[in-house]
């Protein structure tokens, strides 16, 4: 009867050690980088589901708009700051198909929130003026993970963007679509 209780209560121990919760991470925090930039990041655990990213990096940018009528396409760095709502829709299924969802890896839809301060910009050899805008994205992606700490994420998204043009010298602010389309390769801490 003991040996039975024993072997019952060391497998019980076994499935318990073994079971994952399916829920994002309490906090996560990493950088990644892409074709358009480099980013630093945390997601903080809001629910089982969601997260809140956060998100302080530089885009690279062509910009080439009828706000630069006098420059031609400069290459640039200008600083973003990101903060991005996910709900990741497939941590349970992942689990049941004994996949891993550490580091938040799984499917994401998110709202993207991002802007561009005036602050300075990095590579504009021609001082191209840089305009402040602001865009609200809903977004789809993905996160895998590569390894333990590096992963990879894309996504892709349309939605709004504003561009306060006319803090800047310009005759009118202007609004409009704006595609969000991202692959990132990270490193998580």
Known sequence: MKKTLLTLAIFG????????????EKSTFGIQTGVLGAWVYNEARLSSKIALR?????DFGIWETTYYDDYYSPFILTPVIVVETRFYYN??????????????????????????????????????????????IPTWGIRRNLGEHFNYEAGIGVGYSHT????????????EV???????????F
Do not use: C
Not at 13 to 24: E, G
Not at 125 to 131: F, L, N, S, T
């Open 13 to 24: 121990l076994t499935f318990i050690a073994k079971s994952q919760d399916a829920s994002v």
């Open 54 to 58: 956060t998100e302080l990096g530089f």
């Open 91 to 136: 941590l349970k299924k992942r689990l049941e198909n004994s996949n891993s969802i550490d580091g938040n890896s799984g499917d994401f839809i998110a709202i993207k929130t991002s802007y561009h301060p005036d602050w300075f910009v990095l590579f504009n050899p021609d001082d191209a003026p840089v305009v402040t805008d602001f865009s609200i």
């Open 164 to 175: 306060f043009a006319e803090r800047a010298g310009y005759a009118e602010d202007k609004g």
């Open 178 to 188: 704006e595609l969000n389309m991202h692959l990132r390769i990270g490193y998580r």
